[in-house]
């Protein structure tokens, strides 16, 4: 088959997130966020404060990534370290550490893809309610005005919010804390609603202060298969396609709440309160996504649950997922796995990047895809073949959909360089370069090129010509 290539400006590169990256948590006037004084650190790690540091090796780490041939970077920046309790006062080091960050990737022709937040609120506004205080929208919309201030003359790629539907859904795996409300349900849905006029505020004010600026949400997006031909799993697929994948992005680009969750809440007593003016907000025509980031990582599988199911541990993150009456998720038989139990399915990115832009029909670009292992440095080489294996299919078929038609700017698979799982700690690296450290010894944190290094510089040097 002969296929079209990558377009010319494909942004090849590579992400990370600013607590599971940066370390340097209390350096230089930054603020704690909730992942610094968080209790249940995950068991792979002793916490998220020193990280792959770094805040200490940005230099190194860009020099990494140039020699590489990035043509962007996608990091977080962190809340609390630009504004240390989240409202109020600037942190002029952090600003300057962040400058210095991206002057560096410039100077190397690689563009700045920044996430606003990735996980990691400012302490101080988690004490006073978090997402639940209908206050954080002022708070974020003040913290955007604080990063296009400073950085939207350099910067023109954007994206609100990581993972809003994972932290939503299952926010207690990432830290969030909905265990003080009465109704679970309606908090976890209030906490989205302000999210999503934090998001919308976001891109107004892009859109206004970002001269060429483009801004974009960055869920966690799933393609969904009945389990059997039966048309109630058939049925069960679409709940869980709407509830998990598409509720969220059809307020950022339609402005609408769909039918199907309203419904569900109403049904549960837990509708979310929407005030007056704020779904005109959500309808704003600035506050339209320019292009649909994600991150894709597996599908589901889904039957209707039977009465009696219970909801079983899988693995770390890929736990089944039920939801009573709505859908199930079970495992498929047809997918291998990756080290740590999570399925792998390279046609299910085609047939998510088709999905995706069939619905929005607006550009694509994956801001995270990548396989997790246990690595290990011998004699100065780490042999990540099973990486390079995982990478050469997914990006095959990602070559695939783009000869279907789908409009693709970019690929920044998780991670970058290697950094501290969300869910596994330091067990479970990502990365195309070798930190030298591991869960409890901080060693010298030194960095060292994975085989995956020079396979995926191949990739991009040849702009996927040969995959
Ligand atoms: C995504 C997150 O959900 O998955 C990342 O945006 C995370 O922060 C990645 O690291 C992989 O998950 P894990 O649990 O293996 O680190």
Not at 175 to 183: E, V
Not at 370 to 394: P, S
Not at 437 to 457: I, N, P, T, V
Request: with cysteine; proline share 4%; aromatic share 14%.
């Amino acid at each position: 088959m002969k296929y079209k290539q990558f377009p010319t400006d494909f942004l090849w590169g590579g992400s990370t997130s600013a607590y599971q990256f940066e370390g340097g948590w209390d350096a230089e006037g930054k603020g704690p966020s909730v992942q610094d004084v968080r209790k249940n650190i995950p068991k792979g790690t002793t916490d998220f404060k020193v990280a792959s540091d770094h805040f200490n090796h940005w230099k190194e780490d860009v020099a990494l990534m140039a020699e590489m041939g990035f043509k962007s970077y996608r990091f977080s920046i962190s809340w609390s370290r630009v504004i240390p309790k989240g409202i109020g006062d600037v942190n002029k080091d952090g600003i300057k550490f962040y400058n210095n960050l991206i002057d560096e990737l410039l100077k190397f022709k690689i563009t700045p893809i920044i996430t606003m937040f990735h996980f990691d609120l400012p302490a101080a506004l988690d004490k006073d309610g978090g997402w639940l205080n209908p206050k954080i929208v002022d708070a974020f919309e003040n913290y955007a005005k604080v990063l296009f201030e400073n950085f939207g003359d350099r910067v023109k790629h954007w994206l609100t919010i990581n993972e809003q539907n994972i932290m939503m859904l299952f926010g207690e795996i990432v830290g969030i804390d909905f265990g003080k409300s009465d109704n679970k349900l309606k908090a976890k849905y209030q906490v989205n609603h302000h999210m999503m006029l934090s998001q919308a505020k976001a891109n107004i004010l892009c859109h206004k202060m970002v001269k060429e600026g483009k801004i974009g949400p960055a869920p966690n997006i799933n393609p969904a298969y009945p389990a059997s031909t039966k048309p109630i799993d058939n049925t069960a697929t679409f709940n869980l396609r709407i509830m998990r994948n598409f509720f969220f992005l059809d307020v950022a680009v339609f402005g609408r709440y769909h039918y199907l969750v309203l419904n569900y809440l109403e049904k549960q007593n837990s509708m979310f309160e929407i005030k007056e003016g704020e779904m005109d907000v959500l309808n704003d025509k600035l506050a339209k996504p320019d292009f649909i980031a994600f991150n894709y990582y597996a599908s589901s599988t889904v039957a209707m649950p039977e009465k009696s199911f219970k909801e079983q541990k899988l693995t770390d993150q890929q736990v089944i997922r039920s939801l009573e009456g709505m859908y199930q998720q079970v495992p498929n038989d047809n997918l291998t796995k990756t080290q740590f139990g999570w399925e792998i399915d390279p046609i299910g990115f085609r047939n998510v990047l088709r999905e995706l832009y069939d619905r929005y029909n607006l550009p694509l670009i994956i801001t995270e895809n990548g396989i997790g292992g246990h690595d290990k440095l011998i004699d100065g080489k780490v042999d990540d073949q099973y990486r390079i294996e995982y990478y050469k299919y997914h990006l095959k078929e990602m070559k695939v959909a783009l000869n279907d038609g789908v409009e693709i700017m970019g690929y920044n698979p998780w991670s970058a360089i290697d950094l501290i799982s969300t869910h596994e700690g330091s067990t479970k690296r990502y990365g195309f370069v070798f930190v030298n450290r591991d869960e409890f010894d901080l060693k010298d944190m030194s960095r060292h090129r994975k085989e995956s290094f020079f396979w995926y510089k191949d990739v991009i040097k040849t702009n996927g010509k040969n995959l």
